[in-house]
């Protein structure tokens, strides 16, 4: 038996409900027939319930689809067993395929440019492959033999693996001809609403179609006939499949339709009685008129108002709030995309490690996800630390490369050895090809090692590691699994997500088809909407065109104007079908740069100009400056404090800091202890005292690691004089016996010569081992050619007793001294040098600099602790290379040099800390940097601010010598 056919033609919404959509859904009321409903977005689907509940529309036995869950039930109806790849294991292949191809081609000949730059862009050459095979091509007519080729090869390396391409199985499905009624899938079936714009479903809709055995289609009529437009083509491709002509709904134009506003883009003609236009100032200003107005349109009896939304962006969430906190029932149709779980995105890191090759900073990624979780204690600071000591010993990214650093070290530091514990779990990397089981064996022990849930969603990755063996390349491999891992979830409770409202927040695919009685297009500027889609360099326009020519279905594939049109004749439909009012909105400046004024879109600028804007002097850019507007919602609340005066007195250099400017009660400020290196940075800008000390937070670097040489010199100079200077008995305070100068000598020779066994032999490396030994050598004669005592220590902590006067007697004072050398074992009565090795371009040491502008100070504060001890004499050292560049300051002169500690005492004593810091720019880096948060204010006013703070206690201007 035939099925029954049915074609309608509708160029309203309405009228195609009411004299076929309707009486369709009831023609078998009181049955229990099945019923399908293909429409091309669920968003519509969700609309036409809503219709069906107003209207008491019953819908048993009904069920609504899109043209995807069309495939899935003609798929079962065909007793289809193939399995067609999905996209992501295309793209594995697909890399794969065009890495060999790299293999074969010498650098820079032949075709070795052309497949390194498809390495670089893939998605789009298998998004113009699907294109081509859903328009009804194969892939012999791909324009490049190249990629024609290329895309052959897919095609088999699919077919081996015993599977298929979705569109070609689509299209023999669509073309298969049903022999008996066992072939047939028994019911109704309603195609409503589909555009030109779902060519692309077209086949999968078909192969549904063929095997139903009752059949209605109503799609929208074409704007003009005879044109041999887009539309008109449409309906051409659906009469060949029905095999009859398609019936008109509507040839009268209803009593009520914004269609004028839509001829006002669309071609000549046209007019803006039924449009209005709302302009903030900002975006935020604009989305607050859009909620505003949405609630008077409500309590006048507004049907149904639609919001189209070009996409889900910051300004949609602010939407949905306001509508939210205005108690407005909605429908959210856009969605608010949540971040995926922390698990996920943890194993998206690891996979990014094993996929960079095992870097120290790819660990540092993993390290704060992992602590998040509970799965490590050390900050990430803590293991910054550890990554950058290990880094700059061997100056390699290489993890496995360092891990026997990290070994030996972590054996006496805790920090290290957690450390140590996740680089064991991670290690080692994997090799540069293996095949996908392998990788997934490999991942899931890792997984299991930090104790995670496996992964779900890996069923077909799972399914195709059992039938393929083929080794992959590392890069591809771990590209194909972090695309089974979800990039986005649900958010919990968001609004708008259920149920049915008069308010419906959507797009514009989603809104066609449905009878609006308002419409607001919002966004409406100029480079947000509409954004012209070009096509991609692998199947361009004018490859298109000539495909098309020779295309075996009238449609083909779409150029970027064919794109463009389609768009506009689709928010033409959409205005045809609003009966009472349409509404744009914009802005005047958008959210993310402020100084960046927008302008309308081409769509809006003419329905501006249909109201008799821009007529007057200053022409349109002046008019949308007039309309903008600023808004809030509901009752303005008091602000809570006058932060214009709080952002003025900031800037204000006759003011001093305030508790709104680093500061803040000096019994809940004032720290413990100090660190001598901190209180020489608070001499040079307070800000760094505050944020380190007083809050105890440091900036986290997330750069990576940069090769510095003079910093690695400097460290390994240090361990070598430490290791040679040590003495080989501790008598007490830390001090023992000076190694005699041969033993020290021979001591550094033998740590140098296998030091530079080490490193790679070249004369990159070779050099700089030869720099490090002269200047450990150059300073180690240094020492020994000093008149000093016989007892030395070397790194040694400050004691906790020394103290300085800062007016806090329990203050304690913390630091490192890099060598000590005493007359006696004990401090009381003894006469020290301190000595600190420098092997950068550091200040000359001077007692009258330090006391200006704080350089070296942290020198004088070791100084001065230690004869708070009872040393009697002393002198402390700073030793470069050559010798002459050495400089000593002796104890008579500590007055002299500390005298800017008053500036930290008076810190301490008010709790006004402030700050001195130099502008950041491509001249000149101060050395430290503030949150990101904070706003810079300019360093002349900070000096006069820290002077009209500290006056009491500062002896000398800041700055001076």
Not at 103 to 125: I, V, Y
Not at 139 to 160: I, Q, T, Y
Not at 708 to 716: C, E, M, V
Request: aromatic letters at 8%.
């Amino acid at each position: 038996m035939l099925p029954s056919i049915e074609f309608h033609l509708s160029r309203f919404a309405d009228k195609a409900w009411s004299e076929v959509v309707r009486p369709w859904l009831v023609e078998d009321r009181g049955k229990l027939t099945r019923s399908l409903v293909v429409v091309p977005t669920r968003g519509q689907a969700h609309l036409w319930k809503q219709r069906c509940l107003e209207e008491g529309v019953p819908l048993l036995g009904v069920e609504f689809i899109s043209p995807g869950l069309a495939r899935k039930k003609w798929l079962m109806a065909s007793g289809e067993t193939t399995p067609a790849l999905g996209r992501e294991l295309l793209l594995m292949g697909l890399r794969q395929l065009i890495a060999h191809r790299l293999e074969r081609e010498e650098p820079n000949q032949g075709l070795w440019g052309f497949w390194k730059s498809l390495q670089s862009d893939p998605k789009r050459a298998l998004d113009d492959f699907d294109e081509m095979l859903q328009a009804g091509l194969t892939v012999a007519d791909f324009p490049r033999r190249a990629l024609s080729e290329l895309f052959a090869d897919l095609m088999k390396w699919a077919a081996d693996l015993g599977a298929t391409m979705a569109q070609v199985q689509s299209r023999a499905a669509a073309r298969q001809k049903i022999e008996s009624e066992d072939e047939r899938i028994a019911g109704r079936v309603l195609v409503l609403g589909l555009t030109a714009e779902s060519w692309g479903e077209f086949f999968n809709v078909a192969a549904l179609v063929r095997r139903m055995t009752d059949i209605c289609v109503v799609l929208p009529a074409p704007e003009f006939r005879g044109r041999a437009a887009l539309d008109e083509k449409w309906i051409e491709v659906w009469q060949s499949v029905l095999g009859v002509e398609p019936l008109m709904v509507d040839e009268k134009e209803p009593e009520f339709t914004c269609g004028s506003v839509g001829e006002l883009w669309t071609r000549e003609g046209g007019h803006a009685d039924r449009a209005r236009v709302l302009v903030g100032l900002t975006r935020q200003d604009e989305m607050a008129l859009v909620a505003n107005e949405v609630g008077k349109l409500l309590k006048g009896g507004a049907e149904l108002i639609g919001i189209i939304f070009p996409g889900a962006d910051a300004a949609h969430v602010h939407l949905c709030r306001l509508l939210e906190c205005m108690g407005l029932p909605f429908i959210d149709q856009v969605g608010m995309a949540g971040s995926p779980p922390i698990e996920v995105l943890l194993q998206r890191e690891i996979l990014n490690f094993y996929g960079r090759g095992g870097r120290l900073d790819e660990l540092l990624q993993v390290w704060p996800l992992m602590r998040t979780l509970g799965l490590v204690e050390q900050t990430q600071q803590v293991a910054r630390d550890v990554c950058q000591g290990l880094f700059e010993d061997r100056q390699t990214h290489d993890l496995a490369g360092v891990i026997e650093n990290l070994k030996a070290r972590a054996e006496h530091r805790p920090e290290w050895k957690e450390v140590l514990r996740v680089a064991e779990i991670l290690l080692p990397v994997w090799p540069e090809r293996l095949s996908l089981a392998d990788g997934l064996t490999r991942f899931e022990g890792v997984l299991q090692a930090l104790d995670l849930e496996p992964v779900t969603g890996w069923t077909a990755l799972t399914a195709f590691a059992k039938k393929s063996d083929e080794l992959f390349d590392r890069a591809v491999l771990i590209e194909v699994m972090s695309s089974f891992l979800p990039g986005k979830s649900p958010p919990i409770n968001a609004p708008g997500k259920s149920g049915f409202a008069r308010v419906v927040i959507t797009t514009r695919h989603r809104a066609e088809g449905t009878a609006w009685s308002h419409l607001f297009f919002v966004e409406s500027n100029s480079g947000v909407w509409p954004r012209r889609r070009e096509s991609s360099c692998w199947l361009d326009d004018s490859a298109r065109a000539l495909l098309n020519e020779t295309s075996p279905y009238s449609l083909g594939v779409f150029t970027a104007e064919d794109r463009a049109l389609m768009e506009k004749q689709s928010y033409a439909m959409l205005v045809r079908d609003t009966r009472e009012e349409v509404v744009f909105s914009s802005a005047r400046f958008g959210d993310e740069d402020t100084e960046v004024a927008l302008g309308p879109n081409s769509w809006l600028e003419r329905v501006l100009w249909a109201q008799g804007h821009g007529e007057n002097a200053g022409g349109m850019e002046q008019a949308f400056v007039e309309m903008a507007r600023t808004t809030t919602i509901g009752k303005e609340q008091e602000a809570p404090l006058d932060w214009r005066e709080i952002w003025a007195t900031r800037r204000d250099p006759s003011k001093p800091f305030d508790d709104w400017f680093l500061s803040g009660d000096p019994d809940q400020t004032r720290p413990e202890k100090l660190a001598a290196r901190a209180i020489e940075a608070g001499v040079k800008d307070p800000a760094e005292l505050w944020f380190t000390q007083v809050l105890g937070v440091e900036r986290v670097d997330y750069e990576p690691s940069v090769r510095a040489l003079p910093l690695a010199r400097g460290r390994w100079v240090h361990r070598f004089l430490a290791r040679a200077l040590k003495p080989a008995v501790i008598v007490s305070e830390g001090l023992g016996e000076m190694p005699s100068q041969e033993d020290a000598t021979q001591k550094m020779a033998d740590d140098l010569r296998h030091w530079q066994k080490q490193w790679p032999d070249n004369y990159y490396w070779k050099s700089f081992c030869e720099e490090v030994a002269a200047m450990s050598q150059g300073m180690l004669e240094q020492v020994y050619a000093m008149e000093t005592g016989k007892y030395v220590a070397t790194e040694l902590n400050l004691p906790t007793a020394g103290k300085l006067n800062l007016g806090e007697p329990g203050l304690v004072i913390t630091g490192r001294m890099d060598l000590v050398i005493t007359d006696q074992p004990m401090w009381k009565g003894a006469t020290v040098d301190v000595i600190d090795f420098k092997t950068g371009g550091d200040d000359r040491l001077s007692a009258k600099k330090m006391g200006a502008d704080g350089s070296s100070l942290q020198l004088g504060v070791y100084l001065e602790c230690l004869r708070s001890l009872g040393v009697s004499a002393g002198r402390v050292w700073m030793h470069k290379q050559p010798a002459h560049n050495s400089a000593s300051l002796e104890m008579e002169e500590l007055p002299l040099a500390l005298e800017s500690l008053d500036r930290i005492r008076g810190m301490l004593e008010t709790g006004r800390y402030g700050a001195l810091t130099k502008e950041q720019s491509d001249y000149a880096h101060g050395r430290f940097v503030w949150p990101l948060a904070c706003t810079p204010i300019p360093s002349a006013i900070l000096k006069q601010k820290h002077e009209a703070t500290l006056a009491e206690f500062t002896t000398k201007e800041v700055g001076d010598e």
